[in-house]
């Protein structure tokens, strides 16, 4: 079963409002979670990282006030996509892990979750 | 930073016809290499991953991938590809912060 869950998996909010989109690890401790955003027919971007209980760290051309990432807990991240429009509209993923890659653990995806914008 | 670049947008096979598609990447260490696969509208799906040792890596629904070294490449194949293969491909490469990247993605087209 899935060890990722996001939170909604659809969504669609009105021009000028926020939106909360959940990642929660199911049965892990995720000390670092990814956040990416797809566009229709496009590749993934890794939008920001987070770890947790620090600030999150975002890619060059992310705009930290607009997609605000919350990680408080071991077991939750949260993206806030404020006074969101139209053109936020896009496929989010997270991904989760548990302490660091290269000592052998696994980077878990969520299922995605779609925010429709209008 | 680690990238990956997938050559080919978009490939159409005949059913029973073999695949191959193209991944190279760009690190400066060992590469920890992944293909995934994402049917329309889902999440993605983990075909394999090449971490080290065995060059030719096995993964599910019959996939394989080679790493070459000297070519900086991580090509997936399938011997005889099946009408429900037809989805977008990524190739990804995780780096040292342990963020992994992905490929602009292959979509297939499986023709009857």
């Known amino acids: 079963g899935a060890v990722v869950s996001q939170h909604p998996s659809r969504v669609i909010c009105k021009s000028g409002t926020s939106v909360k989109i959940e990642c929660r690890s199911l049965d892990f401790q995720a000390t670092t979670m990814f956040w990416y955003r797809q566009f229709p027919k496009q590749s993934l971007m890794l939008m920001a990282t987070?770890?947790?209980?620090?600030?999150?760290?975002?890619e060059q051309g992310v705009e930290k006030d607009k997609f605000l990432i919350n990680h408080a807990s071991l077991t939750l991240s949260t993206l806030t996509v404020t006074s969101a429009h139209p053109e936020d509209s896009s496929f989010y993923i997270c991904?989760?892990?548990?302490?660091?890659?290269?000592?052998?653990?696994?980077?878990?995806f969520g299922e995605g979750s779609w925010l429709t914008v209008v | 930073a680690q990238s990956v670049t997938q050559p080919d947008i978009h490939i159409t096979v005949s059913e029973g016809a073999s695949l191959e598609l193209r991944c190279n990447y760009s690190y400066g260490a060992t590469p920890y290499l992944f293909w995934y696969v994402q049917s329309p509208g889902q999440g993605l799906q983990l075909l394999l991953k090449y971490f080290s040792g065995d060059t030719l890596v096995q993964g599910i629904k019959g996939f394989e991938a080679e790493f070459k070294r000297s070519q900086s490449s991580f090509n997936l194949r399938k011997p005889s590809v099946h009408w429900s293969d037809a989805a977008e491909y990524f190739c990804a490469v995780v780096g040292n912060n342990n963020d992994m990247r992905f490929g602009a993605g292959t979509r297939l087209t499986v023709k009857p």
């Open positions: 991904s989760a892990l548990q302490g660091a890659f290269f000592s052998g653990n696994t980077i878990y």
């Open positions: 987070s770890n947790e209980g620090s600030k999150a760290t975002y």
